[in-house]
T-cell receptor
Framework: EAGVAQSPRYKIIEKRQSVAFWCNPI?????LYWYQQILGQGPKLLIQ????????DSQLPKDRFSAERLKGVDSTLKIQPAKLEDSAVYLC?????????????FGPGTRLTVL | AQTVTQSQPEMSVQEAETVTLSCTYD???????LFWYKQPPSRQMILVIR??????QNATENRFSVNFQKAAKSFSLKISDSQLGDAAMYFC?????????????FGAGTRLTVKP
């Protein structure tokens, strides 16, 4: 079974530029998560999708971050414009059933550096 | 809001020895789930072990076991017979079992080094 795919693996941009990350979850997984992991910290949830609908985006900085999952499969996370403090690893995870004891399967992440 | 605290930023263990990683959490809820995830260098995060709060028996997965103390809100991970491949960041995580809140809260992590 193929895992969660993410691209690109690394991205370096200057502040005020825009950037987009892509995630393809495990086939059949209805729930998709985007996390931000700042160096030295644990992952923090940005947004959760159930199929193509948003379940939780309470911690997403909506003035600059946006995410979509139009067909309920792959997802894109965008930052526009980027700030220095956005430097982090952006992790995508998916699960067949959300919540409870169910495991989240993580992708390799995209490491973003904002200069 | 629930918080997860890992008080050991770094730990080291000799190969074949046993090491315990600490985790405490703060919650007013009675039903929840706890997880330990492993994140090897430049590799993706994988689940090590999980515990349901309503279960008194501590979870075990081969060389990995937990010491779940619900009253103390403590959830430590014990790695027995440590192997070089166990070297990684370990994250403790909490998830509520109530309502629609599926948010998983992570601690800051503990970096485990295994010495040959």
């Amino acid at each position: 079974e193929a895992g969660v795919a993410q691209s690109p693996r690394y991205k370096i941009i200057e502040k005020r530029q825009s950037v987009a990350f892509w995630c393809n979850p495990i086939s059949g997984h209805a729930t998709l998560y985007w996390y931000q992991q700042i160096l030295g910290q644990g992952p923090k949830l940005l947004i959760q999708f159930q199929n193509n609908g948003v379940v939780d985006d309470s911690q997403l900085p909506k003035d600059r971050f946006s995410a979509e999952r139009l067909k309920g499969v792959d997802s894109t996370l965008k930052i526009q414009p980027a700030k220095l403090e956005d430097s982090a690893v952006y992790l995508c995870a998916s699960t067949g059933l959300a919540g409870g004891r169910n495991e989240q399967f993580f992708g390799p992440g995209t490491r973003l550096t904002v200069l | 809001a629930q918080t997860v605290t890992q008080s050991q930023p770094e730990m080291s263990v000799q190969e074949a020895e046993t090491v315990t990683l600490s985790c405490t959490y703060d919650t007013s809820e009675s039903d929840y789930y706890l997880f330990w995830y492993k994140q090897p260098p430049s590799r993706q995060m994988i689940l090590v072990i999980r515990q349901e709060a309503y279960k008194q028996q501590n979870a075990t997965e081969n060389r990995f076991s937990v010491n779940f103390q619900k009253a103390a809100k403590s959830f430590s991970l014990k790695i027995s017979d440590s192997q070089l491949g166990d070297a990684a960041m370990y994250f403790c995580a909490y998830r509520s079992a109530m309502g629609n809140n599926n948010d998983m809260r992570f601690g800051a992590g503990t970096r485990l080094t295994v010495k040959p």
